[in-house]
């Protein structure tokens, strides 16, 4: 069964740092893009970052641009989401997602989603 | 940015109603769009991508069309499990976006 965890969320100062993983099982994980979407409390879904199969190539929301890194361990089947300089305005569930499909082309929809980790950042 | 707009941004419906949810791209995106299931406290589920394309395992009661900036998501006999927020997402250009959402809620 393909599935996605994530963990690392919690509360935290603004202007503090947070590091999420996504452990990932049941798929080749070095053969997937896989991504970050968030969910701030009572709001819709919004993209945050992308990195290739391979780590060579990572995307961002203008958003967390030069805050947050995107990582991957195809050792430990593990992407992360490295959030610096963390805002109010972060405050969301963040989801991981892989790449739809079966790896053979790019796609930029996700399936499966984990369930989510909340970070509150509040004082 | 491409802005993605949903209508209804609610609907009240009652099983084996049809309900048919628009989402609107500011501009041309082809076929480069999926449809998304979200529940409270459960992970997001794709439905359709490709702006048609059933996933596997996805009831044949959700259709999927349109193509350039009007695509549509048809729920063509309301089930119980179907009460949700529907997302659609374009994967045309960056940064990925969604519309604000459809919730589906019981009449």
């Known amino acids: 069964e393909v599935q996605l965890v994530e963990s690392g969320g919690g509360l935290v100062q603004p202007g503090g740092s947070l590091r999420l993983s996504c452990a990932a099982s049941g798929f080749t994980f070095s053969h997937y893009w896989m991504y970050w979407v968030r969910q701030a409390p009572g709001k819709g879904l919004v993209w945050v970052s992308r990195?290739?199969?391979?780590?060579?190539?990572?995307t961002y929301a203008d958003s967390v641009k030069g805050r947050f890194i995107i990582s991957r361990d195809d050792a430990k089947n593990t992407v992360y989401l490295q959030m610096n300089s963390l805002r109010a305005d972060d405050t969301a569930v963040y989801y991981c997602?892989?790449?739809?499909?079966?790896?053979?082309?790019?796609?930029?929809?996700?399936?499966?989603w984990g369930q989510g980790t909340l970070v509150t950042v509040s004082s | 940015d491409i802005q993605m707009t949903q209508s209804p941004s609610s609907v009240s419906a009652s099983v084996g109603d049809r309900v048919t949810i628009t989402c609107r791209a500011s501009q041309g995106i082809n076929i480069w769009l999926a449809w998304y299931q979200h529940k409270p406290g459960r992970a997001p589920k794709l439905l359709i991508s490709?702006?048609?394309s059933l996933q596997s395992g996805v009831p044949s009661r959700f259709r999927g069309s349109g193509s350039g900036t009007v695509f549509t998501l048809t729920i063509s006999s309301l089930q119980p499990e179907d009460f949700a927020t529907y997302y659609c997402q374009q994967a045309n250009d960056f940064p990925l976006t969604f519309g604000g959402g459809t919730k589906v809620e019981i009449k």
């Open positions: 997602a892989r790449m739809a499909g079966d790896a053979t082309m790019v796609v930029d929809w996700f399936d499966p």
């Open positions: 490709g702006a048609s």
């Open positions: 990195i290739s199969s391979d780590g060579s190539t990572t």
